[in-house]
């Protein structure tokens, strides 16, 4: 298994996500720069960390939709390589037209740090197996634009096809997102992207792991079909 | 077409550069004729109160600034102290009180950015963030939308750049309607072998530019330039400066990265006055000279002149001296991460400061009097009058202590700061232990398996006002003791002494009394000061501020695994008071927000006891004794108590049967060097014979459990309610 991490300048938890995949699965990423075009063929996993790419200047991701790396990473993901973008990695891949959706500003205007409840609602994904349906996880999010959205046709299909991976819980929806979303996945259920940061609970030092079944899943599917 | 800089010095435009005849005089006999209009701004920007400490340095030479982990002082862009294995931290705080004031969201977001660059400047990764915040009182018309921009901006720019806000300080006083403080703290992880200073070396080397463009922003921004003469300057561009997170981020990364090839022999970032103050602190301190020439100074606005070029305080830039073989290795770095690099001059043996402007010398001056023998006063001073003793028998005691209570966790000064700190990010790097809300922030330090740093800011303004001498000694005590509280060894401290016009000896009195009150502090809890700034002027219509010299401390964990948290109380434990019975209520929290009157003495600070009593905590803690640990100050044992059974979600049932005094000063005296714990029930016995045996004064308070806090027959409410009253102020405030 390999997985690689996009850095992009002005993306700044790539050091956060690059630590907890070395400790999950106890090897290093590599790293992929913005001006790449092309990504090892060996590589299973790709994850575009949070941050504020191109100072979010424009609008969240919409630079960054725009690098020459996304073009590769969205030739990968049509192949079927794994694509996680969380926070400003998931305003990335909407912005990419990779995911469906749109993330506005927070209801309450402004930047938001604290822990939710997450409630997996699909757990039967590359990214999820490692939970069970319906269980709720603690999770912390980060972010100024996290307001989820998508017209109502495209959310009914999406519901059905149990394209909302996560959703936040008991009343902690931090950002006015639509149905309380707090993650979702494309139609082939190989790119997924969410708001909250499962980086950051991995370890007895963030006070707990609740975060680490993303990687583990995410990686672990990638083991057992090496 | 050439932009001129032959403009007439006349007395007006001498004032309006903030200098005063006498300095005007010094200039003329120091370079022989009149200045130019460049020279002019050039020795405005070095002579100015902010940059060359003028009133203050006579005073700022006596504090304690060595230890033996410690490795750089005062002098750099930030101080560096040893935490062993070849690691350092590099930290310093900084005020950008005035900027704030007129833009709050980009003067708060510059003072981060500022202050960050100190400490990557140096060569180290930034690690944590804190800023201590004072707004004037909450009814007055500008305090919320100063809070608003101010705590958006700090925000915008770390979680931005992307560094931890982990502490730092809110309050509110009608002494600051005026004129609020943003004092800004970072502190960053390096190699100890890895330090980059300021000082240039060698002659003839390149002198490089990095970072972003210059532009008018910021012209004056140190001295408010004159309005007599270019009111364009003033009427055009505001003074504050506009931050770019996002740039200075990439120049955090390129910096670092072009750290590590060994080009770099001296680095210097551009905060206050700009391309001036860096190049010539470079040049001053390597005694050398240092020749610009400014068609190679990236710009971004047209037909600049040398004079605003020189003034411009433009954010994210650099100064940099490089070994010239590494240039092209150097440039590809800063190309990569789409930033300016221009070699912009070099440095010279000849000690001069010679800027060339569209092949015109437009400025030749001695850099050594520009900089490191820049003016220096011994203002007048007048001590503050030590104030009546005021005995707790004559303050009258609550009818209602639930009442009481309840008013002071809910009071504008005491009430969660969630609000505020909900706005940072406290977590990414994913090495945060402590966020804000407890003691200390405490960060851990990747790559070790045990080792973490301990982070506060504190100061007691109204103690300060009414005793600067014991205020000073109590804002290191403080410090230094919500360090101890989480189990950490203080190492050092930087200051932020912000103060009203230094040319009313009473003002310099404060000034004068709290720099006593911190060397004796610093000097008795080994604590020396490595880093600091000094900000002067803080007054509106003739009223200063409350003297603020806040104090940032910084501690060392062996191992986190044992630290203490204000919020980590068990169901069952025993709460022991370290520390003498309160009896303390002049100056007091209780006094102010209760009583509404200031009269009254400060609680004097014991060193010699903060010293014992800190000591035998943190043994306790790192030997892993402790639960939960708390200090005691502002509102004393009983607002100790309640953010203890807040923090934890716990009640708590405690007495003061042992104790001896009027039970409203038991409650609420703010005597110093004074701690709560919890320690689990088997332990309570061996923790008190070791207080004992140390001769640390201790009582046993009572448990851990249930729902509610009661203290004997006087107190009982619910920690639900509490924590409504705790949690309510400052959304509604601000809603």
């Given at each position: 298994m390999?997985?690689?991490?996009?850095?992009l300048?002005?993306?700044n938890?790539?050091?956060?996500?690059?630590?907890?995949?070395?400790?999950?699965?106890?090897?290093?990423?590599?790293?992929?720069w913005q001006?790449e075009?092309e990504?090892p063929?060996?590589v299973?996993?790709?994850?575009?960390p949070?941050?504020?790419?191109y100072?979010?200047?424009?609008r969240?991701g919409?630079?960054a939709?725009?690098?020459p790396?996304?073009?590769?990473i969205?030739e990968?993901a049509d192949?079927?390589?794994?694509?996680?973008?969380v926070?400003?990695?998931f305003?990335i891949?909407v912005?990419a037209?990779?995911l469906?959706g749109?993330?506005?500003?927070?209801?309450?205007l402004?930047?938001v740090?604290?822990?939710?409840k997450?409630?997996?609602?699909?757990?039967?994904t590359?990214f999820t197996?490692a939970?069970?349906?319906?269980?709720i996880i603690?999770c912390p999010?980060?972010?100024?634009?996290?307001?989820?959205f998508?017209?109502?046709?495209?959310?009914a299909?999406m519901?059905?096809r149990?394209?909302?991976?996560f959703?936040?819980a008991?009343?902690?929806n931090p950002?006015?997102?639509?149905s309380d979303i707090?993650?979702v996945?494309?139609?082939q259920?190989?790119?997924?992207?969410?708001?909250?940061?499962p980086e950051?609970?991995?370890?007895s030092?963030?006070?707990?792991?609740d975060?680490r079944?993303?990687?583990?899943s995410a990686?672990?599917v990638v083991?057992a079909t090496? | 077409?050439?932009?001129?800089?032959?403009i007439?010095?006349?007395?007006?435009?001498?004032?309006?550069?903030?200098?005063?005849?006498d300095?005007y005089q010094?200039?003329?006999d120091?370079?022989?004729?009149?200045?130019?209009f460049t020279?002019?701004g050039i020795?405005s920007?070095?002579?100015?109160?902010?940059?060359?400490?003028?009133?203050?340095?006579r005073?700022?030479r006596t504090l304690?600034?060595?230890g033996?982990?410690?490795?750089?002082?005062?002098?750099?862009?930030?101080g560096?102290?040893?935490i062993?294995?070849?690691?350092?931290?590099?930290?310093?705080?900084e005020s950008h009180?005035?900027?704030?004031y007129?833009?709050?969201?980009?003067?708060?977001?510059t003072?981060?950015g500022?202050?960050?660059r100190?400490?990557?400047?140096?060569?180290?990764?930034p690690?944590?963030?804190?800023?201590a915040?004072?707004?004037?009182?909450?009814?007055?018309?500008k305090?919320k939308?100063?809070?608003s921009?101010v705590v958006a901006?700090?925000g915008?720019?770390g979680?931005s750049f992307?560094?931890?806000t982990?502490?730092?300080?809110?309050e509110f006083?009608?002494r600051?309607?005026g004129?609020i403080?943003?004092n800004a703290?970072?502190?960053?992880?390096?190699?100890s072998?890895a330090i980059?200073?300021?000082?240039?070396?060698g002659v003839g080397?390149?002198v490089?530019?990095l970072g972003?463009?210059?532009?008018?922003?910021?012209?004056?921004?140190?001295?408010m330039?004159?309005a007599e003469?270019d009111?364009?300057?003033?009427?055009k561009?505001?003074?504050?400066?506009?931050g770019d997170?996002?740039?200075e981020?990439?120049l955090l990364?390129a910096c670092?990265?072009?750290?590590?090839t060994g080009?770099v022999?001296?680095i210097q970032?551009?905060?206050?006055a700009?391309?001036t103050?860096?190049?010539?602190e470079?040049g001053?301190?390597g005694d050398l000279?240092?020749?610009?020439?400014?068609?190679?100074?990236?710009?971004?606005?047209?037909?600049m002149s040398?004079y605003?070029?020189?003034?411009?305080e433009s954010q994210e830039?650099?100064?940099?001296?490089?070994q010239?073989e590494k240039e092209?290795?150097?440039k590809a770095?800063?190309?990569?991460w789409?930033l300016d690099f221009a070699i912009?001059?070099k440095t010279t043996?000849d000690?001069?400061?010679?800027?060339?402007h569209?092949?015109?010398e437009?400025?030749?001056?001695?850099i050594k009097?520009?900089?490191d023998?820049?003016?220096?006063?011994?203002?007048p001073?007048v001590?503050?009058?030590p104030?009546e003793p005021?005995p707790a028998?004559?303050v009258p005691?609550?009818?209602?202590?639930?009442e009481?209570l309840?008013k002071?966790?809910?009071?504008?000064?005491q009430?969660s700061?969630?609000?505020?700190w909900?706005?940072?990010?406290?977590?990414i790097?994913?090495?945060s232990?402590q966020?804000?809300?407890?003691?200390?922030?405490v960060?851990?330090?990747e790559?070790h398996?045990?080792k973490?740093?301990?982070?506060?800011?504190d100061?007691t303004p109204?103690?300060?006002e009414a005793?600067p001498?014991?205020?000073?000694?109590?804002?290191?005590?403080?410090?230094?003791?919500?360090?101890v509280a989480?189990?950490?060894e203080?190492?050092?401290?930087?200051?932020?002494?912000?103060?009203g016009?230094?040319?009313?000896?009473?003002?310099m009195?404060?000034?004068?009394?709290?720099?006593k009150?911190?060397?004796d502090?610093?000097?008795?809890?080994?604590?020396?000061?490595?880093s600091?700034?000094?900000?002067l002027?803080n007054?509106?219509?003739?009223v200063?501020?409350?003297?603020t010299?806040?104090?940032?401390?910084v501690g060392?964990l062996?191992?986190?695994?044992?630290?203490?948290k204000?919020?980590s109380?068990?169901?069952g434990?025993?709460l022991?008071?370290?520390g003498?019975?309160?009896?303390h209520l002049?100056s007091s929290?209780y006094l102010r927000?209760i009583?509404d009157?200031?009269?009254g003495p400060p609680?004097?600070?014991?060193l010699?006891?903060e010293?014992?009593?800190?000591?035998?905590?943190?043994s306790?803690?790192?030997a892993?004794q402790?639960t939960?640990?708390?200090d005691?100050?502002?509102?004393?044992l009983?607002?100790a108590?309640a953010e203890?059974?807040?923090?934890?979600?716990?009640?708590?049932?405690?007495?003061?049967?042992?104790q001896?005094?009027?039970?409203?000063?038991?409650?609420?005296g703010?005597?110093?060097a004074?701690?709560?714990?919890?320690?689990?029930a088997d332990?309570?016995?061996?923790?008190q014979?070791t207080?004992?045996?140390?001769?640390v004064p201790?009582r046993?308070l009572?448990k851990?459990?249930?729902?509610?806090?009661?203290?004997?027959?006087v107190?009982?409410?619910s920690?639900?309610?509490l924590t409504?009253?705790?949690?309510s102020?400052?959304?509604?405030?601000?809603?």
């Open positions: 390999k997985s690689a991490v996009v850095q300048p002005g993306l938890r790539d050091r956060d996500m690059i630590a907890a995949l070395t400790k999950i699965s106890g090897k290093a990423p590599i790293t992929i001006t075009t990504i063929d060996d299973d996993l790709i994850v575009i949070g941050g504020f790419s100072g979010d200047y424009l969240c919409a630079i939709a725009r690098m790396v996304m073009q590769a969205k990968k192949k079927g390589v794994k694509v996680l973008g926070c400003n990695g305003q891949l912005e037209g990779m469906p749109a993330l506005m500003r927070n209801t309450s402004k930047f740090c604290k822990e939710v997450l409630e997996v609602v699909n757990a039967d590359d197996r939970y069970a349906k319906g269980q603690r999010v980060a972010h100024h634009d996290g307001n989820y998508v017209d109502p046709e495209t959310l299909g519901e059905d149990g394209e909302v991976v959703r936040y008991e009343g902690t950002n006015g997102s639509l707090a993650g996945m494309n139609r259920g190989n790119v997924l992207g969410m708001m909250p940061h950051n609970l991995i370890e030092a963030h006070g707990g792991s975060g079944g993303i990687f583990a990686l672990d083991a090496a | 077409m050439t932009i001129p800089n032959s007439a010095i006349t007395p007006e435009l001498v004032a309006s550069h903030g200098l005063k005849p300095e010094r200039i003329l120091l370079i022989g004729r009149e200045p130019t020279e002019l020795f920007a070095m002579w100015n109160e902010h940059c060359s400490y003028k009133s203050s340095k005073w700022l304690p600034t060595k033996t982990r410690v490795i750089q002082g005062p002098g750099e862009n930030a560096v102290v040893d062993d294995d070849g690691d350092c931290v590099v930290f310093k705080m009180n005035h900027p704030s007129i833009e709050p969201y980009q003067g708060a977001a003072g981060v500022g202050i960050l100190d400490v990557f400047t140096m060569g180290a990764r690690i944590a963030a804190m800023n915040l004072r707004f004037g009182a909450p009814d007055h018309p305090t939308h100063l809070v921009g901006g700090v915008g720019y979680n992307g560094v931890p982990v502490g730092g300080e809110v006083d009608a600051y309607n004129n403080l943003v703290f970072a502190a960053g992880l390096a190699k072998d980059f200073l300021s000082e240039a070396k080397l390149p490089v530019y972003a463009k210059t532009g008018r922003d910021g012209v004056g921004g140190a001295t330039a004159s003469f009111e364009s300057i003033e009427e561009r505001p003074t504050v400066q506009v997170p996002f740039t981020k990439c990364e670092l990265e072009l750290m590590a080009a022999i001296a970032d551009m905060g206050a700009g391309l103050c860096s190049a010539v470079m001053a301190k000279g240092i020749e610009l020439d400014l068609d190679k100074v990236p710009v971004r606005e047209e037909r040398a605003e070029m020189m003034l411009s830039r650099m100064l940099m001296v490089l010239p092209e290795q150097a770095i800063f190309v990569k789409g912009v001059g043996d000690l001069r400061f010679r800027i060339l569209q092949g015109e437009v400025a030749n001056l001695p009097e520009l900089g023998q820049a003016p220096e006063y011994d203002r001073w001590a503050s009058t104030r005021l028998s004559k005691a609550p009818s209602d202590y639930n009481t309840l002071l966790v809910g009071s504008p000064n009430s700061r969630r609000w505020v909900e706005q940072y990010d406290t977590l790097q994913g090495n232990l966020r804000p809300g407890g003691d200390a922030g960060v851990r330090i790559h398996h045990s973490a740093l301990a982070f506060s800011s100061v109204r103690y300060v005793d001498y014991e205020g000073g000694k109590q804002a290191v005590a403080e410090c230094w003791r919500n360090l989480t189990g950490a203080p190492l050092a401290a930087t200051d932020n002494l912000n103060f016009n230094p040319e009313k000896p009473e003002i009195g404060q000034l004068v009394g709290a720099i009150g911190i060397g502090a610093c000097e008795a809890l080994s604590f020396p000061i490595v600091g700034n000094v900000s002027y007054e509106t219509n003739g200063a501020i409350l003297p010299p806040t104090i940032a401390g060392l062996p191992d986190w695994q044992k630290m203490a204000v919020g109380a068990n169901e434990d025993v022991i008071m370290i003498v019975d309160g009896s002049g929290i927000d009583l009157s200031l009269d609680p004097e600070v014991d010699d006891a010293r014992r009593h800190g000591n035998f905590v943190r306790l803690i790192q892993g402790v939960a640990c708390h005691i100050s502002s509102g004393g009983a607002l108590l203890m059974a807040m923090a934890s979600g716990k009640g708590m049932t405690a007495s003061l049967s042992e001896k005094g009027p039970l409203h000063a038991l409650l609420f703010e005597d110093q004074r701690y709560v714990l919890a320690v689990k332990l309570a016995n061996f923790v014979a207080a004992e045996g140390a001769a201790f046993k009572g851990v459990g249930g729902d509610t806090l009661k203290i004997d027959d107190v009982s409410v920690v639900a309610d409504i009253a705790h949690e102020w400052f959304p509604n405030f601000m809603a």
